[in-house]
């Protein structure tokens, strides 16, 4: 019995000579659409040998929304930030990120010379970054600007683009991420008067509420309409400018999913993300990141009921992981970021097969200018920590 390697959570057995798969060996790998056609029960298999042959010049990254199938190839799960900063702190020449797009170029702002991010998927897109378009933003900044002494500082949430992140930064702002919103924000208030949070509505709100400011000091900004539908009056008031984006898969989970969830499983306690709505917000127990959501329950004793508020692979991974905990869903219908859900295991056979043969697909570079401003933003939260 040969000796297992680990590769991610899997255990597979060192690949002799003649059991290459012979396309390692002949330069393929360019094309994806014959990825579509390789059959399941061969897909692990390749991956893995083509995994072992890249050694440490590989690290596969896993977001904690993907795939099984996907995931349990990746050497680091986490959050986008997380994995980023684990990437850039290894050797590895090639980083391939299964998450979004914002996810890889986040990484491509904090890694170090030498690597190359890798998205399996280029589809693999994110519907609330893609709301903060950079153009609608640098209309807001000019009309909040024309209205005058406002003292606006920007603050952007780590799922916005490169180039929001780069606004932010080359304007004085910071990037936040969904544990450490708060902090950001008083910092900000340090620095101006009131806060221009991008892209999610819903995290800007709860956070901001939580701190203490109240909503009637808080106005939303639709990018489609003239002061972003504001009076210069209510822009005058706010503290909080929220930009009018949320997360398609949390802005699912409403109040009654946590009523009903309660009135059937009593004595279960509901955590929820803080890109769910402030109402669903309210009515939980305990609000927390990914990783939040993790770390609760995980130290919650055995016989514990959690209905959870997130993406649905995150959910079922915690059932499976904890099985002496009763873990579901707050929403009864399934919620998956489909975005997330477009990386399969085809495509990671793809992006390694290909890097075996000596060919680097959908690389993602952030150009000079936007990174250099990118990593300003990011290092002012690093920096706050
Ligand atoms: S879960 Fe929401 S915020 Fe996260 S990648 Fe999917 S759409 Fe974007």
């Known amino acids: ?83 980023s900063q684990q990437a850039a702190e290894c050797d590895a020449k090639y980083i391939v990120f299964c998450g979004v797009h914002f996810m890889a170029e986040s ?18 897109g994110c519907s609330m970054a893609d709301m903060a378009d950079i153009g609608q933003v640098e209309t807001c900044w000019a009309e909040l600007d024309a209205v005058g002494g406002l003292g606006v500082v920007p603050v952007t949430y780590m799922n916005s683009t490169a180039a929001i992140k780069a606004f932010t930064g080359e304007r004085g702002g910071s990037v936040v991420t969904s544990s450490n919103a708060a902090r950001v924000i008083e910092w900000a208030f340090t620095r101006g008067q009131r806060v221009l949070f991008l892209p999610d509505e819903h995290l800007g709100r709860n956070t901001a509420f939580r701190m203490g400011i109240p909503l ?18 209510a822009l005058r008031k706010a503290k909080i400018i929220l930009w009018k984006g949320y997360c398609s898969v949390h802005q699912r989970f409403l109040p009654e999913h946590v009523d009903r969830v309660r009135a059937d499983h009593p004595g279960i306690r509901v955590i929820v993300h803080p890109e769910c709505r402030f109402e669903v917000a309210q009515k939980a127990d305990e609000i927390g990141s990914t990783e939040g959501i993790i770390r609760a329950i ?14 649905i692979h995150l959910v079922n991974r915690l059932a499976k992981e904890h099985t002496d905990r009763e873990i579901i869903s707050l929403d009864p219908h399934v919620c998956v970021c489909t975005t997330m859900f477009r990386i399969t295991p085809q495509h990671l056979l793809w992006a390694v097969e290909s890097l075996v043969a000596g060919n680097v697909v959908n690389p993602i570079t952030v150009p000079d200018e936007q990174r250099r401003w990118a990593r300003v933003a990011l290092d002012r939260m690093l920096s706050l920590r």
């Open 298 to 311: 995980e130290k919650s004793p055995p016989g514990t009921k959690w209905a959870v508020g997130t993406e």
């Open 216 to 233: 009637d000091e808080m106005v939303v900004w639709d990018p489609y309409q003239e002061l972003g539908g504001n009076t210069e009056a």
């Open 1 to 83: 019995m040969p000796q297992l390697i680990e590769i991610g959570s899997l255990a597979v057995a060192p690949q002799p000579e003649t059991l290459r798969v012979p396309e390692l060996e002949k330069g393929v790998g360019c094309d994806f659409s014959s990825y579509l056609l390789v059959p399941d029960n061969t897909l692990d298999e390749r991956i893995g040998a083509a995994v072992q042959k890249l050694g440490s010049d590989l690290v596969i990254l896993g977001h904690h929304y993907q795939r099984d199938e996907v995931i349990r190839f990746a050497r680091f799960r986490g959050d986008s930030l997380k994995l």
């Open 107 to 124: 990484a491509d702002v904090l890694r170090h010379e030498g690597q190359t991010v890798i998205l399996p998927d280029m589809n693999a």
